[in-house]
Nanobody, 124 residues
Framework: QVQLVESGGGQVQAGASLTLSCSTS????????LAWFRQAPGKAREFVAL????????HYGDSVKGRFTISRDVVKNTVYLYMDSLKPEDTAVYYC?????????????????WGQGTQVTVST
């Protein structure tokens, strides 16, 4: 059974840092890209970050470039999202996703697998 389980969300003040983790089941082949998306109340889903299957390529949404860093541990089947200098507008539910099509993920056109999401709230 394919599973993506996010953790690490919470409430922080603006300017703080937070790291999200997404544990993937072994049923997901290592040859998939892993990504983070987010969705704020009343807003469309937004692409946040993406990392290739071998961890050598990455891509970020414009609103998080320079502040967020995505990484993956192939041995632990885990992908991380380090978020620095958080802003209130980063408040959203963050979803982990996996897919075989890197460009499809990067262009926010869907994923093969989704996690349940974890809430991140940034207060002023």
């Amino acid at each position: 059974q394919v599973q993506l389980v996010e953790s690490g969300g919470g409430q922080v003040q603006a300017g703080a840092s937070l790291t999200l983790s997404c544990s993937t089941s072994e049923a997901i082949s290592n040859r998939v890209a892993l990504a983070w998306f987010r969705q704020a109340p009343g807003k469309a889903r937004e692409f946040v970050a993406l990392i290739g299957w071998d961890g050598t390529s990455s891509h970020y949404g414009d609103s998080v470039k320079g502040r967020f860093t995505i990484s993956r541990d192939v041995v632990k089947n885990t992908v991380y999202l380090y978020m620095d200098s958080l802003k209130p507008e980063d408040t959203a539910v963050y979803y982990c996703a996996a897919g075989r099509n890197y460009l499809q993920l990067a262009s926010n056109r869907g994923a093969d697998y989704w996690g349940q999401g974890t809430q991140v709230t940034v207060s002023t």
